[in-house]
């Protein structure tokens, strides 16, 4: 189970609802519909997020797949 520490209420108000979302474009869609401030924080808990999966990873391999379907993304 992924934990993120130190999230503050808003912050863990996203985390939830990207968390039960189906895929990267629900999540981007989702993220770019916000505004401001509230677009920021979207955006820095799906980075805490992706870091907290790599630092799951134990199988390189994995990792690097992961990494890649990411920047392949961007």
Do not use: Y
């Amino acid at each position: 189970m992924i934990k993120i520490e130190g999230l503050n209420k808003t912050q863990r108000a996203i985390a939830d609802i990207m968390w039960g979302m189906n895929g990267k474009e629900e999540v981007m869609s989702f993220i770019h519909s916000l505004r401001g401030p509230t677009r920021k924080e979207a955006e820095t808990v799906l980075e805490l997020m992706l870091w907290a999966i790599w630092d799951e990873c134990e199988d390189t391999q994995e990792a690097q797949r992961v990494i890649q379907s990411i920047v392949d993304g961007l």
